[in-house]
């Protein structure tokens, strides 16, 4: 193993314990849940894995104000993943 794979192996393993860290601390805060969301695609599986799971419990104690707030943003990320991949079949 070289000396530059290892330092990479470092900065991936500090970055998905930095991300943890922020999942246990969103404390209930729906655009700190929106940061997350907007990196979920960049993490690993059982990582993304926490963070819905998170999500999905303090969604169920968020007020109805919160928790729309949260449906809309991720009802723009659905569309404009949908917008992307039709983009990309008709390209």
């Known amino acids: 193993m070289t000396t530059e794979w290892?330092?990479?192996q470092d900065i991936v393993e500090t970055a998905i314990q930095y991300v943890q860290l922020l999942i246990k601390e969103a404390h209930f805060k729906p655009?700190?849940?929106e940061k997350l969301l907007n990196i979920a695609d960049d993490v690993p599986d059982n990582?993304?894995?926490k963070l819905i799971n998170g999500m999905?419990?303090?969604i169920s104690q968020m007020t109805d104000e919160e928790k729309i707030h949260l449906k809309n943003f991720i009802r723009k990320i659905i569309y404009k993943k949908i917008f992307q991949y039709s983009r990309m079949g008709t390209a």
Do not use: G, N, P, S
């Open 56 to 58: 999905l419990y303090e």
């Open 47 to 49: 990582i993304r894995e």
């Open 6 to 8: 290892m330092a990479k």
């Open 31 to 33: 655009e700190r849940w």
